[in-house]
Every structure is written in structure tokens, then in C-alpha cells.
């Protein structure tokens, strides 16, 4: 027998397919164990299924047993900004406000690497306390804090997607870059991180309206000579965004900036699309691009509500991840993102089922807003990997995945987890997938961070909540 395996044994839920695609019978697209055995060889998931017959095959195998837990795959963040997470909860501002006040300031200071390094840890350990494994970010227009954010997160073993953030207006003089540089610097990132380690390159223009008809040009000649890279920005976020990026670049609607300059195809992420049109939506599906919903982020700037159910549209589905955005997102976690986006989803719900204007019913668009634990832990899981086309490597338990999960704690956090936990399971765990996934809504309703008791990159634990944390939180 190989001498690295590494066994979990434990209660287990992921998925296999979408939710959205079994409206009334999502129980379908999961998969859940009571009593699972997960066995991983180098990282990788060599075996998965009900404890009894797998372990029957690894008769020598030592196992770590997670008792009273629930297993996740790893949750993915679609959209975190790392040099933001100090200025996290910043007062009083709408997007572009918010960015000349307390973001621009503090996002120069990462031309600093040591200021840099430090930022990149901090946010790195946030995300993983909370669980997350995987995220998409965004850095700042200096090259050293692209440098320091794969580095750490290399140090981690973190899969993780990122790249210069290119920006040449709209911003101070002290943070601009010109497009020459942006395109020679990016050039050269990509050569050393692109899938160096567990790293993925994002040609990452931070959005449209601050990027000139050159920064656009560098971006499109960057995906043109490696077209392997992802591409990562911002788009549709805020009402007065919208009105002046029309103004400045001439065009009918967002998404035709990035269309018009080659952008938007497979591996391209836009985040927010709060005010994107049916038009627009229509032609992200079509380009099987993806779209990250942040409504944490989406509330605290006051953007506005993502048309979740008319994103899961069977007709024209698009790519979906979501994300914290933190520090315009006040949580890192993953959890709260839900929480937020069951109520962005509810106020649709309303908005759509005839009762506040019979003229915009819409019974389909309005259920497919509603977010079921199902579609809700898919969309961190299985989905965010789908939206940022890692789904051949994590996601879910599936043999020759990579082995980055999270361990949920049910009980932990508010008491009045405890109270749902009570009516829904018994002493030994859920036994069925119907008490896990109640479980999970509680949890997302509920829960944080505290939630999260352990986190495992390539099978290996990186993040365990400490005695006292759990103390501190747990039912009494
Ligand atoms: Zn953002």
C-alpha cells in the first residue's frame, strides 16, 4: 500500500450536477454520506463512498475520524479584492466615492512589499478560517503585490486565480499605470506564476471605466499571446458607474467594452451584473462566461439586487461563482455571502410574483431566485469551480479531484443554532440528506465564520479553530 494515503472518515456532502436544473428534486444534484470514508493519495482523491465498503479496500489504512461534523468541498470566493482587507467596513459611500476615499489610499500603500506581504497573509488566513480554499482576486497596479499574493498563497498550497489589477485613469496620479507597463508587467507575471504551483494568471483590468481604449488594447493583445490565461474585472456594479462608462467609452451597455476588445468568452469573469440587461445576460451564456454575485458587497455600497433567478434561466444559464468582494463585502465568509443572497433572492421572489405589479409576474424567474441550501452550498462549491472553469480539479469529491475541503461545526456559533439543530438531528448527525441539507440552511441563515471548524488544503489540515474559540462558541 502506498505509504502517503491520507484517510477521512466523517459525514459528507457535495454534488454532481445542478440544482437549478431539478427544480423540486434537488436532493438529485447532491450526494451525501453519513458515514463516508474520503481517501486521498499526494492530495489527490484516490476513493470516496459509504464507509463500509471503501474502507474494506484500504484494510491498513490509518483515518482521521471527524465526528459530529459536516465535510464540504472547500468553499471558492469568485471575487476578493486582497489589498482591501484593512480598510474592510469603511463608512458611508456609494462605489466610486467609496474608491477615492478609503480604497485608492489604502491600496497604494501596496507598492510597498513588505506592506504588501503582510496584506496577502492577513487576507489569505481570513479566507481560510472562513473556510474558503479557493478564491479569485484582484491585487493592486504595483508588481510586487501580484509577487506577494501568489507567494503566500503558494505557501498555503492554495489553488488560487489572481493577477495585476491594470488601471490608467479614474484613479490618483500615484496609482495609475500606463498601459505599456500593465501589458509588459502582466507579460511577465504570467510567465512565472501561470500555473506554476497551484497558481492561475487573471489578465485583470480593474474595470472599465478605469481603463482607457489602450489599457483595453493591452488587455486584448495579453489574452491574444496567452490565451490559456483568465480574465477577470468588474462589470455593471453601480447606476452612476454605468452612466459615465457609457459616456466615456461610447457603447450601448457594459458588456460591450469587453466584447468590443476580445474579452468575454470562456474563463472570462465579470463581477456584480447587478444592472446587467436580458440582452446582456443572453450574450454572457451564449459566450459561456461568468458572472460573480456579491451581495454583501452588493448591500453594504448600496449597488443593488442580482437577478439570481434570471441568471439561472434554463434557456441562456450562465456561469455563476460568488463572491465576498471583500472590503466593499464586510465578511470573509463564505457563509455570510449566503445569507445575503437568500435575501436578495426572497426580495426578487416578491418583486416577481405578480403582487407588487401583475405586469412583471414571472412564477419561473421568481422560484428560481429563492436559494435552497442546495443551490446555495453548490454555488460555493461545485458551481464557483464551474464559474471559474476548475471544475476538472475541485469542487467536489470526485476521484482525481485535488482535496481542499471545510468542516462545518452545526452547533457552533449563535445559540440559536442550537435551538434548529435540536429539532433537525439526533444525536448521532443527520442521517438522511434531507436533516444535512436543513442542516446547512441553518447554518447559512444562522452561522459564520465560528462555523467552520477545520480546513484541509490537498488533503492536508491548514486551519483548525482553536480551544478556545470552540469553547467560546458552542452550546451551552
Ligand atoms: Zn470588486
Not at 484494510?59 to 471575487?79: E, M
Not at 441562456?316 to 465576498?324: A, C, E, Y
Request: aromatic share 12%; proline share 3%; charged share 25%.
Amino acid at each position: 500500500m502506498a505509504k502517503n494515503l491520507v484517510g477521512v472518515r466523517g459525514s459528507f456532502f457535495d454534488f454532481v450536477d445542478d440544482p437549478w436544473k431539478f427544480i423540486g428534486q434537488e436532493e438529485k444534484s447532491a450526494r451525501f454520506y453519513s458515514d463516508g470514508l474520503l481517501v486521498t493519495e499526494n492530495g489527490i482523491i484516490r476513493d470516496f463512498g459509504p464507509f463500509e465498503k471503501v474502507s474494506q479496500k484500504y484494510p491498513n489504512l490509518h483515518f482521521t475520524h471527524i465526528k459530529n461534523r459536516l465535510i464540504l468541498p472547500g468553499f471558492i470566493d469568485g471575487h476578493v479584492h486582497v489589498p482591501q482587507t484593512r480598510v474592510i467596513g469603511s463608512f458611508g459611500e456609494q462605489l466610486l466615492g467609496w474608491l477615492q476615499q478609503w480604497i485608492f489610499p489604502e491600496e497604494m500603500k501596496y507598492k510597498d512589499r513588505s506592506y504588501a506581504r503582510e496584506g496577502a497573509r492577513q487576507c489569505l488566513d481570513n479566507l481560510l478560517a472562513a473556510g474558503t480554499t479557493t478564491c479569485q482576486a484582484y491585487t493592486t497596479s504595483f508588481a510586487v503585490s501580484t509577487e506577494e499574493f501568489f507567494e503566500e498563497a503558494s505557501r498555503r498550497n492554495m489553488l488560487v486565480v489572481g493577477g495585476l489589477t491594470g488601471i490608467d485613469r479614474f484613479a490618483p496620479d500615484e496609482y495609475i499605470d500606463t498601459a505599456q507597463n500593465f501589458q509588459r508587467d502582466t507579460a511577465r507575471l504570467i510567465k512565472t506564476y501561470h500555473r506554476t504551483g497551484r497558481n492561475i494568471y487573471a489578465i485583470t483590468p480593474r474595470f472599465a471605466l478605469g481603463a482607457s481604449h489602450d489599457l483595453m488594447v493591452a488587455c486584448q493583445n495579453l489574452k491574444r499571446e496567452f490565451p490559456d490565461a483568465w480574465v477577470h474585472t468588474h462589470i455593471s456594479e453601480n447606476p452612476s458607474e454605468i452612466t459615465q462608462l457609457k459616456q466615456f467609452h461610447q457603447c450601448n451597455d457594459y458588456l460591450s467594452v469587453y466584447e468590443k476588445y476580445d474579452l468575454v468568452g470562456k474563463k472570462f469573469t465579470g463581477g456584480h451584473g447587478v444592472y446587467l440587461s436580458d440582452d446582456e445576460f443572453r450574450r454572457i451564456a451564449k459566450a459561456d462566461a461568468a458572472i460573480t454575485f456579491c451581495p454583501c458587497s452588493n448591500f453594504f455600497l448600496g449597488s443593488g439586487m442580482f437577478r439570481l433567478g434570471r441568471a439561472t434561466d434554463p434557456e441562456h444559464r450562465i456561469r455563476l461563482t460568488f463572491g465576498t468582494d471583500v472590503g466593499a463585502g464586510n465578511r470573509f465568509s463564505m457563509i455570510n455571502v449566503l445569507d445575503e443572497a437568500y435575501k436578495v433572492g426572497m426580495c426578487n421572489n416578491t418583486m416577481l410574483d405578480g403582487s407588487i405589479d401583475p405586469r412583471n409576474q414571472n412564477l419561473p424567474e421568481a422560484e428560481r431566485n429563492k436559494l435552497s441550501p442546495y443551490r446555495a452550498f453548490y454555488s460555493l462549491t461545485l458551481g464557483g469551480a464551474h464559474g471559474l472553469y476548475l471544475d476538472d480539479r475541485i469542487g467536489n469529491f470526485e476521484v482525481g479531484k485535488e482535496a481542499d475541503f471545510v468542516v462545518l461545526d452545526w452547533a457552533a456559533g449563535q445559540r440559536a443554532i442550537a435551538w434548529h439543530e435540536s429539532l433537525l438531528v439526533g444525536a448521532n448527525g443527520p442521517q438522511t440528506m434531507d436533516e444535512a441539507a436543513q442542516l446547512l440552511f441553518s447554518i447559512m441563515i444562522l452561522g459564520d465564520d465560528r462555523n467552520v471548524d477545520e480546513t484541509w488544503i490537498m488533503a492536508e489540515r491548514v486551519y483548525q479553530k482553536t480551544v478556545s474559540e470552540q469553547t467560546a462558541s458552542a452550546r451551552k
